[in-house]
């Protein structure tokens, strides 16, 4: 089983997302939750990103790539220190080795005859990554997006026949993972914002956190 890391900071980690495959023969997600790992089939994706002064940190990030948009109003009221600050410039650049970065929030990685992006997704006071996926010669990107079962319907009823056309909807105890194609990262940041199990409401949001201390 190949594994595939993008670890944005080296301080207070969280796991963002559940693990997930990408099925290149599809072009689609898939939960490690609700698949049966076999041998050394398939790519699996972890998604670690800083909690810790992560407002301090987006700034930081500002700085090294001009192209992010930012909110109009961001209040910050953390301390970070020099050291702190050091490591979190050094992250992204060994970040930067391995996944190619474009602009406006967006790295991306080739694999065969695949891309895979992640994308920055900026919230009033928060911000995560999340994983979009395109294949030469098949239009839009992949996308998976966990969303809460009342929000289910309303969601289905937002997406167009383009994005719905190859729609599959997995299960889960917490959520719905809803797996379809979006034609902009723009689309699939609006609905991140709005729909994202772990994203979108901030108490789950914070939940969610898995810290690693790896240093």
């Known amino acids: 089983m190949k594994r595939v890391e993008f670890r944005l900071g080296n301080r207070n980690l969280t796991l963002e997302v559940p693990p997930f495959f990408i099925d290149f023969r599809k072009r689609n997600f898939s939960s490690m939750m609700t698949r049966r790992i076999s041998g050394d089939e398939g790519t699996l994706f972890y998604v670690y990103i800083t909690r810790k002064n992560q407002l301090s940190k987006l700034l930081i990030l500002k700085s090294m790539h001009p192209g992010i948009f930012m909110p109009q109003k961001l209040s910050i009221n953390e301390v970070i ?32 005859s695949f891309i895979v992006y992640m994308v920055l997704v900026i919230g009033e006071d928060r911000w995560t990554v999340r994983a979009m ?31 719905s056309y190859d729609l599959e909807i997995h299960d889960h ?4 993972h809803f797996h379809f194609t979006v034609y902009s990262i723009e689309r699939f940041i609006d609905l991140v914002k709005r729909y994202d199990y772990y ?11 898995r810290i690693e201390n790896l240093l």
């Not at 979190?88 to 991306?108: A, T």
């Not at 030469?136 to 969303?147: A, D, Q, R, S, T």
């Not at 105890?173 to 719905?176: L, M, T, V």
């Not at 994203?199 to 956190?209: D, L, T």
């Open 81 to 112: 220190t020099r050291d702190e600050i050091n490591d979190f410039i050094r992250s992204v650049k060994e970040l930067e080795r391995e996944w190619e970065y474009q602009d406006h929030g967006l790295w991306k990685k080739s694999i065969d």
């Open 199 to 209: 994203f979108a409401r901030k108490e789950i949001w914070e939940q969610s956190v």
């Open 133 to 163: 996926v395109s294949k030469e010669g098949i239009p839009g990107y992949g996308v998976e997006l966990p969303v809460e079962s009342h929000l289910s319907q309303k969601l289905m009823e937002e997406l167009t026949p383009e994005e």
């Open 173 to 176: 105890i917490e959520n719905k």
